[in-house]
Each structure stands twice: as C-alpha cells, then as structure tokens.
C-alpha cells in the first residue's frame, strides 16, 4: 500500500498467533473501511503462520513485527506506530 499523505483513518491491530482470525478481520476491515484508510498490523512473534498472507499480500494491511515483547509491550508499540503516521 502506498501512503502519500496522512490517512483519513488508520486502524492497529494487535495479533499473536491470530492465524484463525487475522485474515478475516483484516479482509473485514479492508470492505468497511474507505479506500484511502490505513490498517497495520503489530505482530508480536507469531509462531502460527498468521502473517503469511500479509506477506504475500503487502497492500492488505502495513504489517509491523514488535518481536514477541508481550501485551504491555505491545501497547507501547501501537502508540510508536501511531505516532510515527
């Protein structure tokens, strides 16, 4: 996905060993949202594979590995990410 200017809206998700889940929430999100928003996704070292198809498929959602930190952590990172946009 290529961002020239800010996103109207951005949403984080914060997953780990979400592989159930993650691809339909981010494909969920992508029909809902406007065309110009901006979803990331923080992956705290998944081990599942739940990530693959955002590799595959970058323009889905910006994708962001925290490095297993854990959830207070994580929340940290989710501000960084949000900050830095």
């Known amino acids: 996905m ?4 800010r996103p109207a809206i951005g949403v ?3 997953s780990r060993n979400e592989g159930a889940w993650l691809r339909r ?3 969920g ?3 809902t949202l406007p065309l ?5 996704v923080v992956d705290d070292g998944s081990d599942d594979r739940s990530t ?3 590799e595959k498929q970058p323009r889905a959602a910006r994708l962001v590995r925290s490095g297993g930190v854990g959830v207070a952590e994580r929340v940290i990172w989710v501000r960084g990410v949000a900050v830095a946009r």
């Open 52 to 54: 693959e198809f955002l």
């Open 29 to 31: 999100l992508r029909r």
């Open 12 to 14: 984080v998700v914060i």
């Open 25 to 27: 929430t981010v494909e």
């Open 36 to 40: 110009e928003s901006e979803i990331t």
């Open 2 to 5: 290529r961002v020239t200017a």
